[in-house]
């Protein structure tokens, strides 16, 4: 399985700024996906990034909100643009690994205030 | 639309007992089925998965249950132990889809 870190692992930040959020996979993926859980919720998918492309967003999510980097095939950032509280969330990056499996890093926990 | 559910959102159980924690789906699309596990401060973590041509699979103290009749998925841990608290997701894919669609999660306790 891949091993994915994520940078910052949390932080605290006021409404109206933004926070880049980075995943690093320690091997080449073809996909990566974003996704945000909220308190006691499931997770609910923002956006997939493949290399060379543009993400694609799922309903409900844009990328003037989320805009999304892919560089390489072992990292890629997500941004959370003029926050406010309801931001305020797990964000977690995975990648595919064998079959439809999909492996998960650590998450990055915001709290705006 | 078609979901993912959980009957459950909190299961306690005494250390050593089995649990069993359900899954309801209703996209009769979906081909294969992962369990995922997270950890209090952690991402989650596959546990196992099962594809729709079985109706069973075992790992190592866990096994998953898939009945398509009912469309109904549930993962069993056997002698629970402390280390399985957590929380527990299904996650479901549709033929052909590589976006999985997650339930809302079971939280599993276990007492000492």
């Known amino acids: 399985s891949a091993v994915i870190s994520q940078k910052p692992s949390r932080d605290i930040c006021q409404r109206g700024t933004s926070l880049t959020i980075q995943c690093q996979v320690d091997s080449q993926v073809t996909m990566m996906f974003w996704y945000r859980q909220q308190p006691g919720q499931s997770l609910t998918l923002i956006a997939t990034a493949n290399q060379g492309s543009e993400a694609t967003y799922e309903s409900g999510f844009v990328i003037d909100k989320f805009p999304i980097s892919r560089p390489n095939l072992t990292f890629s950032t997500l941004t959370v643009s003029n926050m406010s509280p309801e931001d305020s969330s797990i964000y977690l990056c995975s990648v595919d690994g064998s079959l439809e499996t999909q492996y998960f890093g650590p998450g990055t926990r915001l709290l705006v205030l | 639309g078609e979901s993912v559910g959980l009957h459950l959102p909190t299961l306690s159980v005494q250390e050593g007992d089995n649990s069993i924690i359900n899954c309801a789906y209703s996209?009769?699309?979906?081909?294969?089925f992962i369990w995922y596990k997270q950890e209090s401060g952690k991402g989650p973590q596959f546990i196992i998965d099962i594809r729709s041509n079985m109706d069973k699979r075992q790992g190592q103290r866990v096994t998953v249950l898939l009945n398509k009749t009912v469309k109904h998925l549930s993962l069993q841990i056997a002698a629970t132990q402390p280390g399985d608290s957590a929380v527990y997701f299904c996650?479901?894919?549709?033929?052909?889809?590589?976006?999985?669609?997650f339930g809302r999660g079971t939280s599993l306790i276990v007492h000492p």
């Open positions: 996650a479901e894919f549709s033929r052909g889809s590589y976006i999985p669609t």
């Open positions: 996209n009769s699309a979906s081909d294969y």
